[in-house]
């Protein structure tokens, strides 16, 4: 016990690193979630504000009120109210987890461990999905799917948009421990399974987290930005334009885009496989349901009621599609005002800290600060920011994050 609450040990480093570890295997990531969310309710019982509110730790707690407030608001008169309770009851689980890990983290070994591990952890990733993009099957067996997914294995597509948003982790480590040519490497690898991985809101949220970390990195090694950007973008055009000609699972996505050149309702709405309709159905559930919306995760059951006949997204049990696939659609439609008024002020708070992270001369918070920014782009097509998956996720990386900025107890 005492080892888990001690940051010069490999114990609390090994525990926090588990969750990724265990990410792409199902539901497993949540052991180490759980673990962590005791420990970090244990820390809070015993000193209460002292590991909750100073710097990173108050940062963490005002982002999660941002977002847990209006989901609870969002109970009393939910469209799926049993599921919409479990929600906001479990999710407290990710704040506490949250806790444990920047209190754990406050010192720079601890910081340096965890960054070490997560890198060559994901260029494991890297490595697995480009052997089953080569060899047709991966290091575990998997066989190629119809995307590129590595240890992930079939139907659960998550490698592209999770990788893309860590890639600056990868990036980040080698650029310090290693030399620019194995940097390229990395990117070029990072790039190639992103885009094997047909995810194409993974391509933007990668697009913009090479253009944000790159910039940074030109500046450090006294370079003009576009010097290296523009090339790394020929690069990945490039790789793209292989990948088309010798990758059909690849070619299929990228023909479904360019419908969009057609600026024509039917074939934009085909080209973002029907995300405009979803988009218009989420508009009116939220102007029928403005203040407190229509219950976190009910999105489902509302749908029917306001789709268009012939909706294909219509199932025969009756329910709709599961989220709105865009976050101000989804936290506006399932949790009203009082969601995107938590949403505006979580988006302040998090830019506030990516400045603080971007001034620090660590170079630990940066990576994972960079991510986060990239994939909470509001331009951008999403997945379910409430789901089990990217809730854990995203407040892994957010309190890695703020842990490794160094100011969690200043």
Request: proline share 4%; hydrophobic share 55%; glycine share 8%.
């Amino acid at each position: 016990m005492r080892a888990a609450f001690n940051s010069a040990a490999w114990t609390p480093v090994v525990l926090v690193w588990s969750f990724l570890l265990l990410l792409p295997f199902g539901r497993s990531s949540e052991l180490p979630m759980f673990v962590m969310a005791i420990l970090g309710g244990f820390l809070i019982w015993k000193q209460g504000r002292a590991v909750a509110w100073p710097g990173g730790a108050r940062t963490f707690s005002l982002l999660f009120l941002c977002l847990w407030v209006p989901m609870a608001l969002s109970v009393p008169d939910s469209l799926w109210f049993k599921k919409s309770l479990s929600t906001v009851l479990t999710y407290p689980r990710i704040y506490l987890a949250g806790i444990y890990i920047i209190w754990m983290l406050r010192t720079e070994l601890a910081r340096e461990r965890l960054l070490k591990l997560s890198a060559w952890l994901l260029l494991f990733w890297v490595f697995d999905a480009l052997v089953q993009a080569v060899v047709g099957y991966d290091l575990l067996g998997y066989a190629y799917p119809e995307r590129l997914n590595g240890l992930y294995g079939p139907d659960n597509w998550k490698l592209g948009l999770t990788l893309a948003m860590l890639s600056p982790v990868v990036w980040e480590y080698v650029s310090c421990h290693g030399r620019k040519w194995q940097l390229v490497l990395a990117w070029l690898g990072t790039a190639a399974v992103v885009l094997l991985a047909s995810n194409r809101q993974s391509w933007v949220v990668f697009a913009l987290a090479t253009v944000v970390w790159g910039w940074r990195y030109a500046h450090s090694q006294g370079l003009r930005p576009l010097r290296m950007l523009v090339p790394a973008m020929l690069a990945a055009v490039l790789a793209g334009f292989t990948a088309y000609h010798l990758n059909p699972k690849f070619a299929v996505q990228v023909d479904k885009t360019l419908l969009a050149k057609q600026l024509t309702y039917e074939n934009m709405n085909d080209a973002s496989s029907g995300r405009l309709q979803i988009w218009a159905n989420a508009s009116r559930v939220f102007l029928d349901h403005p203040v407190n919306g229509v219950g976190v995760r009910a999105y489902r059951h509302a749908y029917p009621l306001y789709a268009q006949a012939g909706d294909i997204f219509v199932g025969a049990d009756g329910t709709g599609a599961i989220y709105a696939h865009q976050v101000v659609f989804e936290v506006g439609s399932e949790s009203g005002l009082f969601g995107l008024v938590g949403l505006l002020g979580f988006y302040t708070l998090l830019l506030a800290a990516a400045r603080r992270a971007h001034a620090s001369a660590s170079s630990f918070a940066w990576p994972f600060m960079v991510g986060l920014l990239a994939w909470w782009f509001p331009f951008n097509a999403h997945t379910a920011i409430y789901s089990a998956y990217w809730s854990l996720l995203l407040g892994w990386a957010l309190s890695v994050g703020l842990a490794m900025t160094g100011r969690a107890h200043d």
